[in-house]
């Protein structure tokens, strides 16, 4: 199951990459809401591939380990210093609200999986 889970948020993220070049390849608002940056395109084409690449090759665990601690740590450093983050993946005065809430929630949820989540479950699940 946890490679399944690696692989669906790679998809999700590689499309989201792909829809964020072509939608706002200068970057600026995307949906309206989630201000980006050409970087920031590349780094969810990037997290996808890993996320492909990962539940490919059933090394999801370690897929949700590292890309979920590095999306928490971006949806809370976002919070502590929004200027910085704001010039890494849209622009300094950005609002990145709607950004770090989802960079938090997704690597809570990534981080649950590689993380706390007991092996036991996982295997079991990947039975089925």
Known sequence: MI???ALVFGIIYFAVGL???A???NGGL???IFEVNAFHHVFHIGV???GIFAGWKKMGRLYCRLVGGVLFFLGAIGFVVPMLIGALIASPTANLLTDNMLHLVTGTI???FGVIAPASQVSTAEKM
Do not use: N
Request: overall charge negative; charged content about 5%; proline content about 6%.
């Open 3 to 5: 490679d399944v889970l």
């Open 19 to 21: 829809v964020g070049f």
């Open 23 to 25: 939608l706002a390849p």
């Open 30 to 32: 995307l949906l309206g």
């Open 48 to 50: 996808g591939a890993l």
């Open 110 to 112: 990534l981080g649950y």
